[in-house]
């Protein structure tokens, strides 16, 4: 007679977390879990346009500018002076003035600003305290992965004050 037919191999499924490079929170770390999120990569998805019409960057930059004004510092302190140096920059390449932005950093920029003013994101802005924390995280994150550009930004600044 025949010879039984074996028990088909079940096939091994990598975790999720394995098949995108990454593993998953343990830590319970928010931070982490903002910069992965739903929100950062809706505002990543937006940026684009805001780069491409200076009307939309105005309208961002104002929303940003109010938004700024009312942020509690504590959660900022790290990122708080690069905060402003992604708004002046933005300002700068909106009015034509300085061109010398990498798109993959100006994207970063803008989404992490776009972020910002997102009353809605990961953690909601009302949220007394930590409304602000992702908000926080998400400059943070942006200034550390365009540190150069926002430096070199900055000395672009000062030299342009000096020549004055």
């Known amino acids: ?15 999720k977390a394995a098949v995108k490079g990454r593993r998953p ?21 937006r940026a684009q346009p ?7 960057l105005e309208k961002l930059l104002r929303e940003a500018s109010r938004t700024a004004g009312r942020l509690p510092k504590p959660p ?7 905060l402003h140096t992604m708004l002046r920059l933005l300002r700068a390449f909106q009015l034509g003035e300085y061109r010398a932005v990498p798109p993959k ?13 997102d ?8 949220v007394p305290f930590l409304g602000f924390l992702d908000d ?11 540190r150069s550009t926002l430096d070199e930004f900055m000395a672009w600044e000062v030299r342009r004050l000096l020549k004055k």
């Open 76 to 82: 900022f302190q790290e990122s708080w002076a690069y």
């Open 25 to 45: 929170n343990k830590s319970g770390d928010f931070r982490e879990d903002a910069v992965r999120s739903r929100a950062f990569a809706k505002a990543i998805l």
């Open 1 to 15: 007679m025949g010879q039984a037919m074996p028990a088909p191999r079940k096939k091994k499924v990598p975790k």
């Open 105 to 117: 950093a100006l994207l970063s920029i803008v989404a992490a600003v776009a972020y910002l003013v």
């Open 50 to 56: 805001y780069t491409l019409s200076p009307e939309r």
């Open 136 to 146: 926080a995280t998400i400059i943070e994150f942006a200034a550390r992965k365009t």
């Open 119 to 126: 009353p809605n994101d990961f953690i909601p802005d009302e």
